[in-house]
């Protein structure tokens, strides 16, 4: 099959309509017209082109007459005659399919064996708001959309450096998605971009509905049963600007609100805007009561089950932990349950219409809750503990890693309810020996801690006044390590 235009304008225009499926689909626009008195035809999808801006070109178009200009139709003639700035040519089939079903308008002449693309689309969005699960007191409103256009302008307005780069591929045989990747050019470390992007265009796949996600499972690399995040999410252009002054990349795929920041430690997500948006000292504070819930989310429920099953480790001054009465019920299947119903609870929040949420609770704390207790399915010191895990989960800035964390507090109650303390010692081995394997993109997964790093951990620790954050993270290889000029010099 000819994969290229031909000069013949009827051949082009029964190929392209057929492709498109016009006539079957009612949203493919195919309108003919005449230009400097030779055959044309706009292809377009209805949806993505205004009616006023398709009429407008059109206009343009009839306005060309053959007398002035002559008979041939050039990329310049029309680069005049269209008052449109993007615009070019192309021959292939496949392009002028993919130009179409991308939103822009393709006009093809008779006698001509290329297509014109006008790029005139606009697409269906919402505009900037802030994100739900980022949430600042202090700080910007706006927040990624579904339009790569607009998240590209975002970041724009927050980076305003010519050494900027967004490179653009096409993923999906089908779904043909928009991937961009940026970085600062004199910034970040060359060999990393050269990876992300090779993964990228290596991507073989029909088409990738979940965007960001489907997109991460085929470059992180390593096994994706591993159920750490290796890269990290957010709507916040402020905080993809940060990421991109430090040297990482940031990954944006159309249709998606999240973009992908690449590569992380653990330590990425377990920091927050709010901290950078209030003083240092205060960050400080937010910072190790974030720290504080990250860890009790973590070993609260499985330290209480080890000294409930086993009081003898207790001191005498500890002795009131653990329940009076057990019940019919061992320990660790209440914790089980109980974890259960927390996720049962937020699944349920989540496909639950805004107005009902109240209800919601109500049925939770009073007819679950206080049922469950009265009948002695749950004792309440269950119920306490579980919910000081779950308010250190949803004090996890990272859903991802909040979630990673609770599979992980599951495993450590599990082994501990049936093998007590070295269950629980050899369970906590594991997991941070599989943290120790974990790497994103050749980082390591625990930098600063593995390897050491002084310097590193103090700005983890502590929120340094923003004077003080000269250096960009070394596990990243940046080109330019220092972020203040002559900071490099005085350092040495």
Not at 41 to 62: H, N, P, S
Not at 182 to 197: A, E, F, G, H, R
Not at 358 to 377: K, P, R
Request: proline residues 6%; charged residues 20%; glycine residues 6%.
């Amino acid at each position: 099959m000819d994969d290229f235009l031909k000069r013949d304008y009827q051949a082009n225009l029964s190929r392209l309509k057929t492709e498109l499926g016009e006539g079957e689909s009612f949203d493919v626009v195919a309108r003919q017209i005449k230009v400097m008195g030779k055959k044309a035809a706009l292809l377009c999808i209805d949806g993505f082109v205004k009616d006023e801006i398709l009429t407008e070109v059109m206009e343009y178009l009839l306005l060309l007459k053959k007398e002035i200009f002559g008979a041939s139709i050039s990329k310049t003639l029309l680069a005049k005659a269209i008052p449109y700035i993007e615009l070019n040519t192309v021959k292939e089939i496949d392009k002028v399919l993919h130009s179409v079903l991308s939103g822009a308008i393709a006009l093809i002449v008779d006698g001509c064996d290329e297509a014109f693309i006008i790029d005139a689309r606009t697409y269906p969005a919402r505009e900037p708001a802030e994100p739900d699960i980022e949430r600042v007191v202090r700080g910007s409103r706006d927040g990624f959309t579904e339009t790569l256009v607009f998240n590209t302008a975002l970041l724009r307005r927050r980076v305003r450096d010519n050494r900027l780069r967004i490179k653009l591929f096409t993923v999906g045989q089908r779904s043909k998605t928009d991937v961009c990747v940026c970085y600062l050019q004199d910034v970040c470390n060359p060999d990393l971009v050269k990876t992300i992007s090779e993964r990228i265009q290596n991507i073989n796949v029909d088409a990738i509905p979940m965007a960001e996600k489907s997109v991460e499972e085929f470059i992180v690399g390593g096994s994706n049963w591993n159920p750490y995040p290796r890269v990290r999410y957010t709507e916040r252009p402020d905080v993809a600007a940060v990421h991109l002054f430090e040297g990482h990349v940031i990954i944006i795929v159309d249709t998606s609100p999240s973009v992908i920041i690449a590569p992380v430690t653990y330590f990425h997500h377990v920091q927050h805007a709010e901290e950078y948006r209030q003083e240092p000292l205060i960050g400080l504070y937010i910072r190790w009561i974030r720290f504080f819930a990250v860890i009790a989310s973590l070993i609260v429920t499985p330290l209480w089950l080890l000294f409930a099953i086993s009081p003898e480790l207790l001191p005498q001054s500890l002795s009131f932990i653990g329940p009076k009465e057990v019940g019919e019920v061992p320990l660790l299947l209440q914790f089980v349950i109980a974890e259960i119903s927390i996720d049962l609870l937020r699944m349920a929040a989540i496909h639950t219409p805004s107005p009902m949420t109240t209800a919601l609770g109500v049925i939770a704390a009073l007819l679950i809750g206080q049922i469950a207790v009265d009948i002695g399915l749950l004792t309440p010191e269950v119920i306490l503990y579980t919910a000081v895990a779950a308010v250190g989960q949803y004090c996890t800035p990272s859903y991802e890693l909040a979630m990673a964390n609770r599979l992980i507090r599951i495993f450590l109650l599990i082994v501990t309810g049936i093998f007590k303390l070295p269950g629980l010692i050899i369970g906590a081995v594991l997991v941070f020996i599989s943290l120790i394997m974990t790497k994103s993109f050749g980082v390591p997964y625990l930098w600063p801690v593995l390897p050491f790093n002084y310097r590193a951990l103090k700005t983890i620790l502590v929120r340094l006044p923003v004077t003080m954050q000269n250096m960009r993270p070394e596990a990243l290889k940046p080109l330019d390590k220092s972020r203040q000029p002559g900071t490099a010099e005085r350092s040495r």
